[in-house]
């Protein structure tokens, strides 16, 4: 039999093609090369257009992320509405299984930072239409998987995996003299989220100010806003953003109790925002952003991970890449009861008090957001030992986000497809869904 050929259209280099597109089908191509061929390449670069039939016609699977980039008025574009359709059915014409991938939830809540565009975009409409009309869709959790099927039966839980071979999924601790290392880490559209958890973590950390600390990754300055005329709203350029106009201050804040954890030398260092300023032996320590290769590595600078996210339909369509992150790095976590991370997550505070000792983390319920942050974080201090033996439960509980795991079942789902017997399709997404 010949070999499967795939052909992987990346959204992007960074980001969220490493875990959807890139990665995968590197695996993919290494642990199953006499079955399959990968090709990976950039719409509009390397020399590849949607013109060249006898290329794509070679095909046997294409994978995208959202939608297929083309050139449009010699700039590279994502393809929407009638020129999707275009793209979709010539491939579909040449015989090819068209396998789009869903990370994220298509509409963002009101207090996200690319809500109005998004909206106004109308990009959420368009990602409906796509999944109407390709032939299978990818996703990360049975909870999305069962939203997107509304839309498309034919949906699959591919789960985001990690590869621990890579350096910056090793556990590699750092040595500290503090006691308690507590951190977070994340992007820059959970300032929300934050919220649920910063007052009761910073009276915890105002109470322990001597040998525990928290650390915030991810630390970020750079970026442009917008110049709107004060009179008219209407946008006239951009300019570059002050480090006091960046979330990340705002996140740092909380964090600090507005500051007022730390000493006065140390807030102005702070405030210079150089980016020599870490603060390794403060209560409070601040690291700069790392590259999508390297950001994981951060988790070994602390003890404790925090997950706290809004209940809101975002939220709940989200990866539970968090949990699978603090797992493999064998992070004690403390999570919002909702959503993803209700799919893995086994509370360990149980009623009346007792400890679970078999669970593999603390989950904290929307109504108790004002203070159970904080008792955990209590918990975990005055019970150190129970710090290890969740992040070694966490770690048995992701085994199956091993990146070998997943391409497995990547692979089987790809043949069963090219072979196109209905009821071994069907068989499979069964299978693949109930895991």
Known sequence: MSKIKVLVVPSDRSGVSKFRSIDPHLK??????????????????????????SFLKSFDVVHFHKTLPHIKNGRLTPAYGEEAKILFNKLKKHGVKLVM???????????????RTLKNSGMDRDIIENLKMVDYVTTTTPIYADKISRYNKNVVVLPNAVDPSEDQFKHKLEDT????????????????????ASPSVSRF???HKEDTQFVLCGFDTRGNIPVRDP?????????KIKPEETVWYDYEKLFTSNYTNITNDYKKELLKFDDMTEGKSENYRRVWTKPITTYASNYNLFDVSLAPV???????????????????????????DFGPYQIDLVNAYERGGKINDKANSFLVPKTKNHKDWGKYLRLLYENPDLIVTLGENLYESVQKYHIDVVTKNRSEFYKTIVNDKEKEVEQIIEELNAV
């Open 310 to 336: 809004k209940e809101h339909m975002f939220n709940q369509m989200k990866s539970q890449l968090k949990v699978i992150e603090s797992g493999f790095h064998k992070k004690a976590l403390i999570a919002s």
């Open 205 to 207: 950390l105002g109470n």
């Open 177 to 196: 003299d503090k006691k308690m290392r507590v951190g977070w880490l994340g992007g820059s559209s959970h300032l929300e989220d934050l919220r649920l």
């Open 101 to 115: 991938d869903l990370d994220d939830y298509w509409m963002v809540t009101p207090d996200h930072p690319g809500y």
């Open 28 to 53: 993919l191509q290494e642990l199953f090369n006499d079955d399959f061929f990968v090709e990976i390449v950039t719409a509009g670069t390397d020399g590849f257009n949607w013109d060249d039939d």
């Open 231 to 239: 009179k008219t709203g209407v946008v006239n350029g951009s300019r």
